[in-house]
């Protein structure tokens, strides 16, 4: 009789998105709210037009997220520097001087949604990652090849060998979160992987395969980079975050864009679950029997491979049925989240 003991609310460690995209100015406005009743902290992505390159455009955004808030709500940006080709390694040390610049991100030019200003080839960052492995500043990777002869499905699979483990040879100390994994491939490499490295994963690569992106046709809100994989991926992405292995942690690479963006003839990649992503999280982590081991991955995990304190307070999610909205408002237009018009069982409160 399992209705009869099944959790009715589940109570965590106030968590944090350790990969967010929050856009600016109206877009901003429109999807910050909705991190900060999820999370405490995020981890910001810098993929601005233009892009977030140094620590003065990463303080002025800082504070323009901080204004976009409504008020009094508590919500820290953890920022990052975008990787160039021609970053200077001095950068690196004035981000370390600072208290608000977390990380570097690192898009292989041309991978993902604005990345063209990304990097051609990681030889030419060498000084600068030198000095960040010095002054122990995390590396976050998007980790697919932009080779166009590489299959899409097997991107992230060839940049293990091509790109990660030249790297992490030459760069033992430097951390290293490989960000949205979505193979097998990954899951494996980084929880055998030794020394400083970590891994997001997103709720989407969580809860579905493939297969999603085409169910009754095709639907542009479930497509994202990296893109949805075979089922023994996903598969292996549950086994790794609901293992315990605390190199693993929460970010939802919520990645808002407008309906007319997504819902066009070139679709743009990314998919919205800033609104729900801890439902989300959480109606994964049920279906592998695993509730006790969300708190380690949404709130335990992240701050430790950042060297950040555990936040104080908690949240709780209750098993309550609701509808996830048709579209919310997004500047001047509307986006449509992840499972719009669907139900989902747990609701945050
Ligand atoms: N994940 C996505 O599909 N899109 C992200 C970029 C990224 O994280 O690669 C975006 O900025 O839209
Ligand atoms: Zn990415
Ligand atoms: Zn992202």
């Not at 995209?21 to 902290?41: E, I, W």
């Not at 309906?259 to 990314?270: I, Q």
């Not at 992503?277 to 959480?282: F, G, N, P």
Request: glycine share 6%.
């Amino acid at each position: 009789m399992p209705a009869i003991d099944t959790q009715q609310t589940i109570t965590l460690i106030r968590p944090d998105d350790w990969h967010l995209h929050l856009r600016d100015g109206a877009h901003l406005s429109s999807v910050v709210a909705h991190s900060a009743h999820q999370f405490a902290r995020a981890i910001v992505m810098p993929n601005l037009k233009p892009p977030v390159t140094t620590v003065a455009a990463a303080a002025a955004y800082r504070e323009r997220i901080l204004a976009a808030l409504p008020a009094g709500v508590k919500f820290e940006p953890l920022m990052t520097l975008y990787l160039t080709d021609n970053t200077d390694p001095d950068e690196i040390r004035r981000a370390r001087d600072t208290d608000f610049v977390h990380a570097v991100k690192l898009y292989p030019a041309g991978a993902t949604t604005n990345s063209d200003a990304g990097v051609t080839d990681l030889k030419k960052c060498y000084k600068t990652l030198e000095v960040m492995q010095e002054v122990g500043m995390p590396l976050c990777v998007h980790g697919e090849v932009t080779n166009h002869e590489i299959d899409l499905f097997d991107r992230e699979a060839v940049f293990i060998e091509r790109v990660m483990r030249p790297l992490r040879r030459d760069m033992p100390e430097l951390p290293i979160v490989f960000e949205h994994i979505t193979t097998k491939d990954a899951a494996e490499y980084v929880a055998e992987a030794e020394g400083p490295i970590g891994a997001t994963i997103t709720a989407h690569h969580l809860l579905y395969n493939r297969n999603e992106i085409f169910r009754g046709g095709i639907r542009p809100h479930y497509y994202c980079l990296p893109v949805l994989k075979r089922e023994e991926h996903r598969l292996a992405l549950v086994t790794a975050a609901t293992s315990g292995d605390e190199r693993f942690f929460l970010g939802t690479d919520s990645a808002p864009h407008a309906v007319g963006a997504k819902e066009a003839s070139c679709g743009c990649a990314g998919c919205y679950t800033a609104l729900h992503a801890m439902e989300l999280y959480a109606t994964a982590f049920e279906q592998a029997g695993a509730l006790d081991k969300l708190e380690a991955f949404a709130s335990l995990n992240g701050p430790a491979f950042y060297g950040l304190p555990v936040n104080e307070g908690s949240i709780t999610l209750k098993r309550e049925p609701w509808t996830l909205p048709a579209t919310v408002p997004f500047g001047e237009t509307a986006l449509v989240p992840l499972n719009a018009g669907e139900q989902i069982n747990w609701k945050m409160l």
